[in-house]
């Protein structure tokens, strides 16, 4: 039962595209299945960089098939035109398979998405405004869209209405907004029908048979466990599962299948968007970390936060998500720091605290007892072992994999593909 999870530790932006795409030649399918085009996944292939929105990063090995899962949320404009951007670049995307019980990204959602964040002022979420939020309280209270209803004209128009019946109240009366016409929306998304045909299928029962002949399947996380709405750190989060559960719910195929959950951790931390932060810096450290390691959102153009490694976080990671592995990023980034803080526990009013407080206040509070690690010069990028690090640079990794609680099998030295050093192997 070779079933993988990759996902983000941290609250996304971790490596995680070139860690699954590091992958994608060995496995046989690569899944998303939570999240949509709020992600941004950058995969490093020679000379030539994609950046992936809602397509698994596995859609640039030719033997893998990507899957999108029913616990995604998907947006067809988005989706056809990141088809077409590949097809252009000649990379084949006829494999992919869509779940028909995944959810669709209206145009209302979109609008709506942008209005409440507008609304919500100096207290907004700092949304990738993609309509992410509402397409999944749209599936929650039951009033959502599913690509299988494109294939049903009356279903469809039946739903949109329903949806739009409390949306057009809401967005004339307190948006002051112009009401969005059922016509309109079904037009536009009966015209996507077609075009998504040759890929809709019953994904679940794909990946369970699959799995029943040892094919190798591996999902692939979006954001990261900080950004989960269960267990991140809410409101400042997602609106979905990043953490491992969330591959069970969103592709369908039981705990039980899942042989090992590798967490993408990043050697220093980074976070778009609003909500606390406790090793954030503010300095030209902070500054530097965002040079070096080019930290601006794939998505949005946003600039990262950006601050030390927090080991707490990392723990925290490991316990939710049950990681059985470690993939260390951008390890390279760090080159240059005479000294290197590391995060190990928070002083919270007064008191050392081990792990991460599940209280919104005392996190509010935390403020990061750093521990210093001694850096290094020497440029690790051409790094193929272990033992070709640096002495300072291995006790760094040793240092993290020590505080977090899982073993770090596998480096990124650079953001190509053999810009890795491996440990464990994954497969
Ligand atoms: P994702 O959302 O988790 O897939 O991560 P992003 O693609 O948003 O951000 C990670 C960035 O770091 C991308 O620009 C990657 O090309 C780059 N990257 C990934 N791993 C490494 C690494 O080990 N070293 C360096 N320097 N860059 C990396
Ligand atoms: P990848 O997969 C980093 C953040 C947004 C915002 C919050 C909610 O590339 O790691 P949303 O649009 O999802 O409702 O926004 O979550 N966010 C991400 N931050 N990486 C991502 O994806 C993110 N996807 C959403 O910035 O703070
Ligand atoms: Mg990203």
């Not at 590949?86 to 990379?91: D, F, I, M, S, T």
């Not at 919104?360 to 990061?368: G, L, M, R, V």
Request: glycine share 12%; charged share 20%; with cysteine.
């Amino acid at each position: 039962m070779p079933a993988l999870v990759l996902l983000g530790a941290q609250w996304g932006d971790e490596g995680k595209g070139k860690a699954t795409d590091l992958l994608g030649g060995s496995v046989d399918y690569v899944v998303r299945y939570q999240g949509g085009n709020n992600a941004g996944h950058t995969v490093v292939v020679g000379d030539q960089k994609y950046a992936l929105h809602l397509l698994p990063s596995g859609i640039l090995s030719p033997g893998c098939t990507p899957v999108i899962g029913n616990g995604v949320v998907v947006d067809p404009s988005v989706l056809l035109s990141e088809l077409s951007g590949l097809n252009e670049r000649g990379v084949d995307t006829s494999k992919l398979l869509l779940s028909g019980n995944a959810h669709i990204i209206t145009p209302y959602n979109v609008t709506v998405d942008k209005v409440t964040e507008r609304f919500l002022g100096k207290r907004k979420i700092g949304t990738t405004g993609r309509g992410i939020g509402p397409t999944y309280a749209d599936k929650i209270n039951r009033v959502g869209i599913r690509v299988q209803d494109l294939y049903d004209e009356s279903i469809l128009t039946q739903k949109v209405e329903a949806a739009l019946d409390v949306k057009n109240q809401i967005l004339t009366k307190l948006y002051n907004r112009r009401a969005i016409a059922v016509d309109q929306v079904v037009e536009e998304l009966l015209g996507y029908a077609d075009k998504l045909a040759p890929y809709v299928a019953d994904t679940v029962l794909v990946l369970n048979q699959a799995l029943e002949e040892d094919k190798v399947v591996l999902f692939e996380g979006g954001q990261g466990t900080l950004l989960d709405i269960d267990h991140g750190t809410y409101p400042f989060v997602t609106s979905s599962n990043p953490t491992a559960g969330g591959a069970c719910t969103g592709a369908g195929v039981g705990p039980t299948k899942i042989s090992r959950v590798i967490g993408i951790l990043k050697a220093y931390t980074t976070r778009v968007g609003a909500g606390p932060f406790p090793t954030e810096l503010f300095d030209e450290d902070g500054e530097a970390l965002r040079r070096i390691g080019g930290e601006r959102g794939v998505t949005t153009g946003r600039d990262r936060r950006c601050g030390w490694f927090d080991a707490v976080i990392a723990r925290y990671a490991t316990r939710v998500n049950g990681l059985t592995d470690f993939f260390l990023t951008k390890l390279d980034v760090l080159t240059g720091w005479e000294q290197i803080p590391v995060c190990v526990a928070y002083e919270i009013d007064g008191k050392r605290v081990e792990e991460l407080p599940y209280s919104q206040t005392d996190f509010h509070h935390a403020k990061p007892v750093y521990e210093m690690l001694p850096g290094w010069n020497e440029d690790i990028s051409k790094a193929k072992s272990f033992a070709d690090l640096p002495k300072n640079a291995q006790s760094y990794v040793k240092a993290l994999e020590e505080m977090s609680g899982a073993p770090i099998s596998a480096i990124g030295v650079g953001p190509g593909r053999d810009e890795t050093i491996e440990i464990n192997s994954f497969l």
